[in-house]
């Protein structure tokens, strides 16, 4: 079973705990996420790609983006 099968640290797999990580442990970005909720899918997807554009540092590229479970992104960034 791959690791995006089993999910990563709680989370549907390690593309969506990257960026969540990326986007919530720094305080610019934190502070963007906060200012832009609520999020739709393609709000979220857009705001991620403007902070991300290549994707987070330690993806290999802007594809990794693809991969991520963008409700799972919804919800946690639109938690309160």
Known sequence: ???DEQGY???ANYETWNLNLWAM???GSYHLVCDNRPFT????ARLAFEMFPAGTPD???PADMVKV?????????NEE
Request: aromatic content about 12%; charged content about 30%.
């Open 59 to 61: 993806m290999s590229g």
């Open 25 to 27: 442990n720094n305080e």
């Open 69 to 77: 479970d963008w409700q799972e992104i919804i919800d946690s960034w």
């Open 1 to 3: 079973m791959s690791k």
């Open 9 to 11: 640290n709680g989370w």
């Open 41 to 44: 899918e393609d709000s979220a």
